[in-house]
């Protein structure tokens, strides 16, 4: 595997529904992010991870939880989501924060919320 | 004003046009200016970036930055139906990436 992996490709779920979203970087980076792609919008960052801890909320519902239990793994914990949620997830990483001008993105998790 | 502007497009090209995409920015704080490339059910790929005022060319491909005026572009020479994707140009500073809202490019053979 090289590169940025993200599982599942294609989510489908209900609003009462907990699933989780996995991330892993091959690159031997030390900073990871989460964003959400939707139609017609700029990427939006949700989160960032530094050498395993979080250094960015970006004003994030709760019902968006993220994890990275090391600095090559990242996950997006989802619960209760609402159908404004449905969009594309991507993953990225970064040698590290200060030098996250160079990110490198997995393929993403498009994510319907029925 | 956005931080960041770039024309929604599409844009519709033949097969060994040379295109060019712009956006235009804001925030004179911006050091590094970035293309990344996005095809249909992909993550973005980071085409390449530059730092400060200039050209930086890679084969077919040429970045321009002109700080002066806040605009970035970049040039695709001989255009291929390969490179019919969507084009998101970013933009650095203080550790946080500004991305564009992206171009669709269509190369028709």
């Known amino acids: 595997e090289t590169g940025v992996t993200q599982t599942p490709r294609h989510l489908v779920m209900g609003m009462t529904n907990k699933k989780s979203l996995k991330c892993e970087q091959h690159?031997?980076?030390?900073?990871m992010y989460w964003y959400k792609q939707s139609a017609k919008k700029p990427l939006e960052l949700m989160f960032v991870?530094?050498?395993?801890?979080?250094?960015e909320n970006n004003s994030v519902p709760s019902r968006f939880s993220p994890e990275c239990p090391n600095s090559s793994h990242l996950f997006l914990h989802l619960h209760t989501l609402q159908p404004e949620d449905s969009a594309l997830y991507l993953c990225?990483?970064?040698?590290?924060?200060?030098?996250?001008?160079?990110?490198?993105f997995g393929p993403g998790t498009r994510l319907t919320v029925t | 004003q956005k931080e960041v502007e770039q024309d929604p497009g599409p844009l519709s090209v033949p097969e060994g046009a040379i295109v060019s995409l712009n956006c235009t920015y804001s925030?004179?704080?911006?050091?590094?200016f970035m293309w990344y490339r996005q095809y249909s059910r992909k993550g973005p790929e980071l085409l390449m970036y530059?730092?400060?005022?200039g050209n930086k060319e890679d084969g077919r491909f040429t970045a321009q930055v002109d700080k002066s005026s806040k605009y970035i572009s970049l040039f695709i020479r001989d255009s291929q139906p390969s490179d019919s994707a969507t084009y998101l140009c970013?933009?650095?500073?203080?550790?946080?990436?500004?991305f564009g809202k992206g171009i669709t490019l269509s190369v028709r053979p």
């Open positions: 990225a990483s970064s040698q590290d924060r200060s030098g996250s001008y160079e990110q490198y």
């Open positions: 690159l031997g980076h030390n900073a």
């Open positions: 991870y530094n050498f395993k801890e979080q250094t």
């Open positions: 925030n004179s704080a911006f050091q590094y």
């Open positions: 530059t730092y400060s005022s």
């Open positions: 970013a933009m650095w500073a203080n550790s946080k990436l500004t």
